[in-house]
C-alpha cells in the first residue's frame, strides 16, 4: 500500500516544465517530460492527443494514456491536469501554478514495481487535502490479497484508508495468511 502512496504523491508534486506551454491541441504520441520537485527522474506521459488549455487551467491527456516513472505507471483513458490560478499575482502560465487536482478516468490501472497495483474507472487526486479517491468499481491488490468496495479514499499524509460500500456493492477482502516473520508489504 506505500508504494501506492508514493505513485499518487510523485504525480501530486509534478513541477510542470510548461514556462510558455505551446497551443497544441492534438499530435500523435506526444511525450511530455514531467520532473518531480525532489529532481528523481523525470515522469513521461505518452498519450494520442495533448490539449492544454490556459482559461480552463488544464491539460488533458487522451487516448491510450501512460505515465510512467522508473517501474511504476499508471495507463487509463484519459487523465486531465487541473491547475489552481492565483488572482493576486494575476499569472496566466500554466507552468507558473500549483496543482489543484489530477483526474485518470476510463480502465485506470496502477502497476507499482513490485507487482501489486490498482484498479478503477476513476482516480482524482487533490493535491491541497493530501487525498485520493477511487471510484467505479475500485481494487487495490497486493500480491495474493486484494480489497474492493464502491469507493476507496487514500489519506496520503496519514498512511491510511477508508473503503466504503453501498447496499449494491459491499466492501469485500481477501487476505491470505502469512507465516511467521513474513511481510507481504515490499518496499
Not at 2 to 24: C, G
Not at 91 to 100: D, K, L, T, V, Y
Not at 125 to 137: M, W
Given at each position: 500500500m506505500?508504494l501506492?502512496?508514493l505513485?499518487?504523491?510523485?504525480?501530486?508534486t509534478?513541477d510542470?516544465m510548461l514556462?510558455?506551454?505551446p497551443?497544441?491541441?492534438?499530435?500523435?504520441?506526444?511525450?511530455?517530460?514531467?520532473?518531480?520537485?525532489?529532481d528523481?527522474?523525470?515522469?513521461?506521459?505518452?498519450?494520442n492527443?495533448?490539449e492544454?488549455d490556459q482559461k480552463?487551467?488544464?491539460i488533458?491527456f487522451?487516448?491510450c494514456?501512460?505515465a510512467?516513472q522508473?517501474?511504476?505507471?499508471?495507463n487509463?483513458d484519459?487523465?486531465?491536469?487541473?491547475y489552481y490560478?492565483?488572482?493576486?499575482k494575476?499569472e496566466?502560465?500554466?507552468?507558473?501554478?500549483?496543482?489543484?487536482k489530477?483526474?485518470?478516468s476510463?480502465?485506470?490501472?496502477i502497476?507499482?514495481?513490485?507487482?501489486n497495483?490498482a484498479t478503477?474507472?476513476?482516480?482524482v487526486f487533490?493535491?491541497?487535502?493530501?487525498?485520493?479517491?477511487l471510484t467505479?468499481n475500485?481494487?487495490?491488490?497486493?500480491?495474493?490479497d486484494f480489497?474492493e468496495?464502491?469507493?476507496?479514499t487514500?489519506?496520503l499524509?496519514e498512511?491510511r484508508?477508508?473503503?466504503?460500500?453501498n447496499?449494491?456493492?459491499?466492501?469485500r477482502?481477501?487476505?491470505?495468511p502469512k507465516?511467521m516473520?513474513e511481510?507481504?508489504?515490499k518496499?
Amino acid at each position: 500500500m506505500k508504494l501506492l502512496i508514493l505513485i499518487f504523491y510523485i504525480l501530486a508534486t509534478i513541477d510542470l516544465m510548461l514556462v510558455s506551454p505551446p497551443m497544441v491541441s492534438s499530435s500523435s504520441q506526444e511525450e511530455l517530460k514531467l520532473k518531480s520537485i525532489s529532481d528523481k527522474t523525470p515522469i513521461i506521459i505518452n498519450s494520442n492527443t495533448l490539449e492544454i488549455d490556459q482559461k480552463k487551467r488544464t491539460i488533458t491527456f487522451a487516448g491510450c494514456v501512460n505515465a510512467v516513472q522508473d517501474d511504476m505507471a499508471i495507463n487509463c483513458d484519459k487523465m486531465i491536469v487541473y491547475y489552481y490560478s492565483d488572482k493576486a499575482k494575476n499569472e496566466s502560465s500554466i507552468g507558473s501554478n500549483r496543482i489543484e487536482k489530477i483526474e485518470a478516468s476510463g480502465n485506470v490501472i496502477i502497476n507499482i514495481p513490485d507487482g501489486n497495483k490498482a484498479t478503477a474507472g476513476k482516480v482524482v487526486f487533490y493535491e491541497n487535502e493530501g487525498k485520493a479517491i477511487l471510484t467505479e468499481n475500485p481494487r487495490i491488490q497486493q500480491g495474493l490479497d486484494f480489497v474492493e468496495g464502491q469507493r476507496i479514499t487514500i489519506f496520503l499524509n496519514e498512511e491510511r484508508s477508508i473503503i466504503e460500500g453501498n447496499d449494491s456493492k459491499r466492501v469485500r477482502a481477501t487476505i491470505f495468511p502469512k507465516k511467521m516473520g513474513e511481510n507481504s508489504d515490499k518496499e
